[in-house]
T-cell receptor, first 118, second 111 residues
Framework: GAVVSQHPSRVICKSGTSVKIECRSL??????MFWYRQFPKQSLMLMAT?????????EQGVEKDKFLINHASLTLSTLTVTSAHPEDSSFYIC??????????????FGPGTRLTVT | GEDVEQSLFLSVREGDSSVINCTYT??????LYWYKQEPGAGLQLLTY?????DMKQDQRLTVLLNKKDKHLSLRIADTQTGDSAIYFC???????????FGKGTRLHILP
């Protein structure tokens, strides 16, 4: 199947700093990319959906000024957590889709990035 | 509202069958999915079932759907050590809708 990578896999940052997470589709062009967040023992929650070249669509309750998403190319999307706080510590997972829309059968997930804010 | 519930932990002996259960609340779900997450890896779609089906079998995997009770189960026959992972149940209403995930069930295999 299609492969999605994330970098870094783990990051620790100090409170107040910003951190960028990259999501790359390695062997396919991802028209749509999704960013999820997972707290321990909680389900994955969709944060935002982005189509290449367009502004991301954020889910209710997700601050777009805090979680900046850029989908500049068909193979790369970035999530920047700005002015991070300890409550932003979480596991962030991206996925890429070959077609517009959110058909789960065509979403390919990255391995996730664990962010710890101290 | 949207809610998918599943137990957090299941322990099974190698060679036995594993049954992971899930309940969902939205009766208009059209697709129901099982994802597998191994340590350090992304979620992999394991299998899915359309809401107009009540059973789907794929090698060692059997999915049962009870639409009346909004209950979905995943049975893994002859459980192996490689089946050790977290299994997520998920639903989606329409093709363009977001996926609603459960919290995941960690399957632990006993020797």
């Amino acid at each position: 199947g299609a492969v999605v990578s994330q970098h870094p896999s783990r990051v620790i940052c100090k409170s107040g700093t910003s951190v960028k997470i990259e999501c790359r589709s390695l062997d396919f062009q991802a028209t749509t990319m999704f960013w999820y967040r997972q707290f321990p023992k909680q389900s994955l929650m969709l944060m935002a959906t982005s189509n290449e070249g367009s502004k991301a669509t954020y889910e209710q309750g997700v601050e777009k000024d805090k979680f900046l998403i850029n989908h500049a190319s068909l193979t790369l999307s970035t999530l920047t957590v700005t002015s991070a706080h300890p409550e932003d510590s979480s596991f962030y997972i991206c996925s890429g889709s070959l077609t517009q829309g959110a058909d789960p059968y065509e979403q390919y997930f990255g391995p996730g990035t664990r962010l710890t804010v101290t | 509202g949207e809610d998918v519930e599943q137990s957090l932990f299941l322990s099974v002996r190698e060679g036995d069958s594993s049954v992971i259960n899930c309940t969902y609340t939205d009766s208009s779900s059209t697709y129901l999915y099982w994802y597998k997450q191994e340590p350090g890896a992304g979620l992999q779609l394991l299998t899915y079932i359309f809401s107009n089906m009540d059973m789907k079998q794929d090698q060692r995997l059997t999915v049962l759907l009870n639409k009346k009770d909004k209950h979905l189960s995943l049975r893994i026959a002859d459980t192996q050590t490689g089946d050790s992972a977290i299994y997520f149940c998920a639903e989606v209403m329409n093709r363009d809708d977001k996926i609603i995930f459960g919290k995941g069930t960690r399957l632990h295999i006993l020797p």
